[in-house]
């Protein structure tokens, strides 16, 4: 299983990101994807989760309104649209399966997203 995270960058406050997340070595399509985020100093926290074929999504209250998560089964992808960013929103994301088959897949290396002025 490979998880690659990508789209993080230095933005405005008030500013957007699509963090992008190319999945491999297991049947993408079947499984619920998770968006987590670790800031620096705090525990990684669950972001916004999709059912297998993206038609159910959650969002923590943090972040609802402003982040929109979808997939893409045909290529293997799950994405992070985050709008209306804040400097609390800084953090390395990091996608992952959701349930007990993805806590047994190893993080990917992350994606930085740094909103500063």
């Known amino acids: 299983v490979q998880l690659v995270e990508s789209g993080g960058g230095l933005v405005q406050p008030g500013g957007s990101l699509r963090l992008s997340c190319a999945a491999s070595?297991?049947?993408?399509?079947?499984?619920?994807m998770n968006w987590y985020r670790q800031a620096p100093g705090k525990e990684r926290e669950l972001v916004a989760a999709i059912g297998s074929t993206g038609d159910n999504t959650n969002y923590a209250d943090s972040v609802k309104g402003r982040f929109t998560i979808y997939r893409d089964n045909a290529k293997d992808t799950v994405y992070l649209q985050m709008n209306s960013l804040k400097p609390d929103d800084t953090a390395v994301y990091y996608c992952r399966p959701a349930g007990n088959f993805g806590k047994r897949v190893n993080w990917g290396q992350g994606t930085q997203v740094t909103v500063s002025s």
């Open positions: 070595g297991f049947t993408f399509s079947s499984y619920a």
